[in-house]
């Protein structure tokens, strides 16, 4: 039962792992502009004093997002006896500024998740990758499945990282339907929420 501390509506599928493994979950709920609210998380971080604390940054599923800066804030703010996961999987699609640094806490109080599935467009190859201190990956690595990736992933997954200049005009097609999608909600009287 030891206690994780998330936000009510954030990605679901993570909230089914805690209920599995028996953690106690902690749901904070949004803020009225519907991002996730990181002073409710962190109140709840020092009251309930998590192994854990899970931010989806953009947000899945509301699309909303916060600047690196005020995730870093906001990590600093946690216990320190709480890691935090940051889930970056919408991350390319987000707006500059909004990706943490590539530098890590050499403490593991820190872990960010990356996946091919969005930007890169390879969800049938079911590849992502973490981001942590080096002694966080070596205790993952005593738990993780030895054939989780074939080499036709990791081959997609390397060439998607090499072709920029595709992750660019797919980044751009997807901005430009966003706002297709605002226009068309405002016509009909169904605003949308920036993402």
Known sequence: GDAVVTSRGAYPTFNYHVAACGGELTAVPFRADHHEDLEGLAEAAWAERPKLVYLSNPDNPMGTWHPASAVA???????????????????????????????????????????FSKAHGLAGLRIGYLVAAGGTIQSLDKIRQHFGVNSVAQAGALASLRDEEHLRRVVAEVQRGREEYYRLGEEVGAPAVRS
């Open 73 to 115: 804030a906001f990590h600093a703010s946690l216990p320190p006896d709480a890691t935090l996961l940051v889930d970056e999987a919408y991350v390319e699609l987000a707006p500059p500024g909004t990706a943490l640094p590539p530098e890590l806490p050499a403490d593991g109080s820190l872990v960010r998740l990356r996946t």
